[in-house]
């Protein structure tokens, strides 16, 4: 028995095929649990297909096309597909800078729409990180609401006056918030993302190897290297929304033999 919703399920999964169709994309996710207890109540993958296809074991030329469908309709995206959680990890941040005593919430940075930083190797030059647009004052719930990106390097990397947080502690939070390790749903293939630092840049980037402070601004609005699944992504979310419990998900239910026992 799962926990699982057939009729929420269908709902979402329409939902999202409508949207991906009308945006011309190829493939998305959607996840809905509930953040009282990590029950997972639709899990969907899309493109998907016809599970009874596998269980009749028949259709030979059906399976043979899901196998060769480039389009990969048996990989779960929900749980193994590893994307850049980009702005999602803004909360996440905020929540570090709050317990680390980084920043108070009241507290304005100004947004210029860039931060600039010195070549500590020619301080005549900068290097530029952009934020999405100029959005002048913000504090932490401003700058939440309209994603600042400058807010979230500079409580993320530090700037100025203001030191941040750094790479050991972002990467502690992010994992506190189940990111960076499977979360232990019960199906098979769970992936566990990755949270980049000095020594994971050495592995993935040898011909770029050095962390720099760049490397901590990108990862504090959830880019660069860093990867996440879907179901990571839900959970952290439900994690705040229920007041601070990260749950295991599950999708059963309960096992039952042919008596109901």
């Not at 004052?137 to 990397?157: E, H």
């Not at 947080?165 to 992936?191: H, M, N, V």
């Amino acid at each position: 028995v799962l926990n699982i919703d057939a009729d929420l399920q269908r709902e979402a999964y329409d939902a999202l095929a409508r949207h991906i169709t009308a945006l011309g994309k190829k493939a998305g996710v959607a996840v809905i649990s509930d953040p009282r207890d990590g029950r997972v109540l639709a899990l969907v993958s899309f493109p998907s297909f016809d599970p009874q296809i596998l269980a009749d074991g028949k259709e030979v030329a059906e399976i043979r096309r899901l196998l060769n469908d480039k389009k990969n309709p048996l990989f779960n995206r929900a749980i193994a597909g590893i994307y850049a959680p980009g702005s999602t990890v803004k909360p996440i941040l905020a929540t570090g800078a709050l317990e680390e005593g980084i920043i108070d919430p009241a507290f304005q940075i100004y947004d210029e729409g860039f931060i600039s930083v010195p070549n500590p190797y020619d301080p005549t030059k900068q290097t530029i990180f952009k934020d999405w647009t100029k959005l002048g004052w913000v504090d932490m719930r401003r700058a939440i609401a309209w994603s600042a990106n400058v807010y979230f390097y500079t409580i993320g990397g530090g700037h100025n006056d203001i030191k941040g947080l750094g790479i050991e502690r972002i990467r502690k939070f992010l994992s506190l918030f189940g990111f960076g390790s499977p979360l232990g749903i019960d199906l098979a293939g769970e992936k566990g993302g990755l949270i980049p630092g000095p020594e994971e840049k050495k592995k993935i980037r040898p011909d770029d190897p050095f962390w720099r402070i760049g490397d901590t601004y990108i990862t504090s609005i959830g880019q660069g290297d860093t990867g996440a699944t879907p179901l990571q992504l839900n959970l952290a979310t439900a994690a705040i929304a229920n007041g601070g419990t990260l749950w295991k998900p599950f999708v059963t239910k309960a096992v039952l033999d042919e008596s109901g026992a």
